[in-house]
């Protein structure tokens, strides 16, 4: 079974299918990366409102919590402008 053909085969429709898969998967990271920076900013800003009302308050700010969640991935290309899926 052949899932991705090149550029020389008669079915053209296949083609512009992987062509379309391969631009969608590259939205999809994108928009993964976008949302992944978007949740850090708000972590931090929680982390800055509870110094904040630590400080109104008088009591003495919270200790840093470990996130409970795995440590990214090293993906370095992520966020890179020139990291874009394309089929020649």
Do not use: C
């Not at 296949?14 to 998967?25: E, F, G, I, S």
């Amino acid at each position: 079974m052949t899932i991705a053909s090149t550029t020389d085969e008669q079915n053209p429709r296949m083609h512009r299918t992987v062509k379309l898969m391969a631009v969608t998967n590259t939205e999809l990271n994108s928009s993964l990366v976008e949302l992944k920076q978007v949740r850090q900013e708000l972590d931090d800003a929680r982390k800055r409102i509870a110094q904040l009302e630590a400080q109104i308050t008088g009591v003495p700010p919270p200790s840093p919590q470990w996130p409970g969640f795995s440590p990214p991935r090293d993906d370095p290309a992520y966020g890179d402008v020139s990291a874009r899926t394309t089929i020649e």
